[in-house]
């Protein structure tokens, strides 16, 4: 127990490091998961020696909570109502992918035995379970990296969600199909013969299996019933899927010794139908994905750190050209499945051309089955494990950039577009009414070009203020948002009635334009965060005045921002001037009665601090006198 607990202590000191390799694998734009893969390599037996097989083989408890958590998240991301449009597609994409990829992975690993020294002195059948397990992990794929790369996009389409739907459901089939290949290969291995009641032990395997998971699944909503902290939450879920796989292991010991057969019972499989029941038929679905959210990080570092410290690279080292080939094989018969399943399903021929990109990916279910083979058939050990985690370490370093390739080539992609900002301050108000009306005139002048629009034709007849102009659209499409705004437009003000208008406008404003204001009023409070995805400044009536009068109570001062006299101005400036860029803040001449509040840059805010710099285009809010504004204003920009 000493040892044990001295070697975690050891490897948490490593794991921080292993998380800072991998922020820095991020920055150089390369998957995290690479980076603790790697750091797991330098720290492991065969390269520094900072953690020993021993020490390794103590932490085998890590690896089952990651895995359990890996599966819960599987599970978890399998929400049926998000699916059911491109239901067609997703299941028939999801069985050529399954069948091509599993049927060339499986003959090419049987032809290619005699070159890999696992294999080389192993029987037909022997090399049979062994290459059915490994087609298995072939076949993986990875939500965690296609979601990211997703949310990194903006991507929004039927090809995107076809993707998105194939890869979560690609997770519940390959769990599935690894526990029938792993009773399979169980069957060789412990001298199981293949006859009627073996088949009959099977089903009775996955049976067990799926009432072990729906009865986990009744467990999870109970804890997270109970009156506890956050904390307390995330512990009982991991205890609980850990249990899972202490039973699992038990089970398997109790029937070798006690039943003339062994019973292997999948705690992936059970911990994947528990995340499902919790997801799709429980009223914790939400509070469930947020815990898991918010330890999948670490969860990750550790199982991924652990796993590329295990590998051993003198078997890496012979096996090479056979990950390479494992690699194109794999491509191979993804190519083949998408474009036979959407065909199949009937998608536009420009998907299925390049739909085999999408699915390059693989990361957390495949690493975990290939430990998960390393320790439920010894025989195998780490030599195959260290194969497969090669090809999916391959695959992950070449998914990303192709996904986000097709993406953006079918035109699903939805980032900000270029903007080009101008001298000219100006901003298009969505909905003409009363609060509308002020804030048009409020904000002319102080110098704004404004324009006011509406899809209500009777709002846009009436007579306007002074140079402030009013326009009558049909729809919200970018043609007509083309009339009223350009790429240098300053700020889009959403105000209509209709949030799913609001919304659109603001989308198009993002992708079509490049607004970089985006202010919206909501009127129904659950569209928020719909609105906060795209950076949008939300004003809720509901909330907004008791804020406003919180913000009075406890920082008077802070709520002069907030407040027009004649004393105090804001203003937001965009640095023009080459000569400023480079100076930092404390070496710019400001009238005393100046401070800088902010500075926003690329997209992000920057708190300042005398020795902050300022960059061209940088974004720099200003409070003062108005007077004093006026001057800084004419200096440093417009």
């Given at each position: 127990m000493l040892t044990t607990l001295l070697h975690l202590t050891g490897f948490v000191v490593l794991a921080l490091s292993a998380r800072q390799i991998g922020d820095l694998f991020s920055r150089i734009r390369l998957p995290q998961i690479t980076g603790y893969l790697f750091a797991g390599i330098l720290i492991g037996p065969f390269a520094l020696r900072l953690l020993s097989v021993e020490a390794i083989g103590n932490l085998r408890f890590i690896d089952e909570v990651a895995l359990s958590?890996?599966?819960?998240?599987?599970?978890?991301?399998?929400?049926?109502?998000?699916?059911?449009?491109?239901?067609?597609?997703?299941?028939?994409?999801?069985?050529?992918?399954?069948?091509?990829?599993?049927?060339?992975?499986?003959?090419?690993?049987?032809?290619?035995?005699?070159?890999?020294?696992?294999?080389?002195?192993?029987?037909?059948?022997?090399?049979?379970?062994?290459?059915?397990?490994?087609?298995?992990?072939?076949?993986?794929?990875?939500?965690?990296?296609?979601?990211?790369?997703?949310?990194?996009?903006?991507?929004?389409?039927?090809?995107?969600?076809?993707?998105?739907?194939?890869?979560?459901?690609?997770?519940?089939?390959?769990?599935?199909?690894?526990?029938?290949?792993?009773?399979?290969?169980?069957?060789?291995?412990?001298?199981?013969?293949?006859?009627?009641?073996?088949?009959?032990?099977?089903?009775?395997?996955?049976?067990?299996?799926?009432?072990?998971?729906?009865?986990?699944?009744?467990?999870?909503?109970?804890?997270?019933?109970?009156?506890?902290?956050?904390?307390?939450?995330?512990?009982?879920?991991?205890?609980?899927?850990?249990?899972?796989?202490?039973?699992?292991?038990?089970?398997?010991?109790?029937?070798?010794?006690?039943?003339?057969?062994?019973?292997?019972?999948?705690?992936?499989?059970?911990?994947?139908?528990?995340?499902?029941?919790?997801?799709?038929?429980?009223?914790?679905?939400?509070?469930?994905?947020?815990?898991?959210?918010?330890?999948?990080?670490?969860?990750?570092?550790?199982?991924?750190?652990?796993?590329?410290?295990?590998?051993?690279?003198?078997?890496?080292?012979?096996?090479?050209?056979?990950?390479?080939?494992?690699?194109?094989?794999?491509?191979?018969?993804?190519?083949?499945?998408?474009?036979?399943?959407?065909?199949?399903?009937?998608?536009?021929?420009?998907?299925?051309?390049?739909?085999?990109?999408?699915?390059?990916?693989?990361?957390?279910?495949?690493?975990?089955?290939?430990?998960?083979?390393?320790?439920?058939?010894?025989?195998?050990?780490?030599?195959?494990?260290?194969?497969?985690?090669?090809?999916?370490?391959?695959?992950?370093f070449l998914g990303p950039p192709f996904f986000k390739f097709v993406i953006k080539h079918l035109g699903e992609s939805h980032l900000r577009a270029e903007s080009n900002p101008d001298e000219i301050r100006d901003a298009l108000i969505l909905g003409i009414e009363g609060q509308s009306m002020t804030l048009a005139r409020q904000l002319q002048g102080e110098g704004w070009q404004v324009i006011l629009a509406d899809t209500d034709n009777d709002f846009t007849t009436e007579s306007s203020p002074e140079g402030i102009q009013r326009h009558h659209i049909s729809a919200i499409t970018t043609e007509s948002l083309s009339k009223l705004i350009t790429n240098s437009t300053d700020a889009l003000v959403a105000m209509l009635p209709d949030d799913s208008e609001n919304l659109h406008a603001c989308e198009l404003a993002y992708a079509e334009f490049g607004v970089p204001r985006l202010i919206v009023r909501v009127n129904d409070p659950t569209w928020t965060g719909r609105f906060r995805e795209l950076g949008a400044l939300v004003v809720d009536p509901a909330s907004a005045m008791v804020n406003l009068l919180d913000r009075f109570v406890r920082a008077p001062y802070a709520a002069l921002l907030l407040q027009r006299d004649q004393l105090h101005d804001t203003v937001e400036v965009t640095i023009t001037d080459p000569d400023l860029a480079g100076l930092s803040l404390r070496d710019l001449r400001l009238p005393d009665d100046v401070l800088v509040l902010s500075i926003y840059r690329r997209q992000h805010w920057v708190i300042p601090h005398g020795y902050t710099v300022l960059r061209h285009n940088d974004n720099i809010t200003l409070m003062g006198s108005s007077e004093s504004l006026e001057e800084v204003t004419l200096r440093f920009g417009y």
């Amino acid at each position: 127990m000493l040892t044990t607990l001295l070697h975690l202590t050891g490897f948490v000191v490593l794991a921080l490091s292993a998380r800072q390799i991998g922020d820095l694998f991020s920055r150089i734009r390369l998957p995290q998961i690479t980076g603790y893969l790697f750091a797991g390599i330098l720290i492991g037996p065969f390269a520094l020696r900072l953690l020993s097989v021993e020490a390794i083989g103590n932490l085998r408890f890590i690896d089952e909570v990651a895995l359990s958590v890996i599966a819960f998240t599987a599970g978890s991301e399998f929400y049926l109502a998000e699916m059911r449009s491109r239901m067609r597609s997703i299941t028939w994409v999801t069985a050529g992918l399954v069948g091509a990829t599993f049927t060339l992975g499986s003959i090419s690993l049987i032809l290619l035995a005699d070159y890999i020294p696992l294999l080389q002195d192993m029987p037909t059948a022997g090399r049979v379970a062994v290459a059915i397990l490994g087609a298995t992990i072939l076949v993986t794929r990875s939500p965690s990296s296609a979601v990211a790369i997703i949310a990194e996009l903006r991507a929004k389409g039927p090809f995107t969600k076809t993707v998105l739907g194939v890869t979560v459901v690609m997770d519940v089939v390959v769990i599935v199909l690894f526990g029938l290949c792993a009773s399979l290969a169980g069957a060789q291995f412990t001298d199981r013969g293949f006859n009627l009641s073996f088949v009959l032990l099977i089903i009775s395997e996955l049976a067990l299996s799926l009432g072990a998971g729906l009865l986990i699944g009744e467990i999870i909503p109970w804890a997270l019933r109970r009156g506890m902290p956050r904390w307390a939450k995330t512990v009982a879920i991991l205890g609980i899927g850990y249990l899972v796989f202490l039973g699992s292991d038990e089970i398997r010991h109790l029937s070798a010794e006690r039943l003339p057969f062994t019973l292997l019972l999948e705690p992936l499989l059970i911990c994947m139908i528990a995340s499902f029941r919790v997801a799709n038929y429980s009223s914790f679905r939400i509070e469930f994905a947020d815990i898991l959210h918010d330890i999948g990080p670490p969860i990750f570092v550790a199982f991924f750190t652990l796993t590329g410290a295990s590998m051993e690279l003198d078997v890496l080292a012979k096996v090479w050209p056979i990950t390479l080939v494992l690699v194109l094989v794999r491509l191979t018969g993804i190519a083949i499945g998408s474009f036979t399943g959407g065909t199949i399903a009937g998608d536009p021929i420009r998907f299925n051309r390049v739909a085999w990109m999408g699915y390059i990916t693989q990361a957390g279910i495949g690493l975990g089955l290939a430990k998960e083979v390393a320790v439920e058939f010894p025989q195998l050990g780490t030599d195959f494990a260290t194969i497969f985690i090669s090809v999916i370490v391959i695959n992950q370093f070449l998914g990303p950039p192709f996904f986000k390739f097709v993406i953006k080539h079918l035109g699903e992609s939805h980032l900000r577009a270029e903007s080009n900002p101008d001298e000219i301050r100006d901003a298009l108000i969505l909905g003409i009414e009363g609060q509308s009306m002020t804030l048009a005139r409020q904000l002319q002048g102080e110098g704004w070009q404004v324009i006011l629009a509406d899809t209500d034709n009777d709002f846009t007849t009436e007579s306007s203020p002074e140079g402030i102009q009013r326009h009558h659209i049909s729809a919200i499409t970018t043609e007509s948002l083309s009339k009223l705004i350009t790429n240098s437009t300053d700020a889009l003000v959403a105000m209509l009635p209709d949030d799913s208008e609001n919304l659109h406008a603001c989308e198009l404003a993002y992708a079509e334009f490049g607004v970089p204001r985006l202010i919206v009023r909501v009127n129904d409070p659950t569209w928020t965060g719909r609105f906060r995805e795209l950076g949008a400044l939300v004003v809720d009536p509901a909330s907004a005045m008791v804020n406003l009068l919180d913000r009075f109570v406890r920082a008077p001062y802070a709520a002069l921002l907030l407040q027009r006299d004649q004393l105090h101005d804001t203003v937001e400036v965009t640095i023009t001037d080459p000569d400023l860029a480079g100076l930092s803040l404390r070496d710019l001449r400001l009238p005393d009665d100046v401070l800088v509040l902010s500075i926003y840059r690329r997209q992000h805010w920057v708190i300042p601090h005398g020795y902050t710099v300022l960059r061209h285009n940088d974004n720099i809010t200003l409070m003062g006198s108005s007077e004093s504004l006026e001057e800084v204003t004419l200096r440093f920009g417009y």
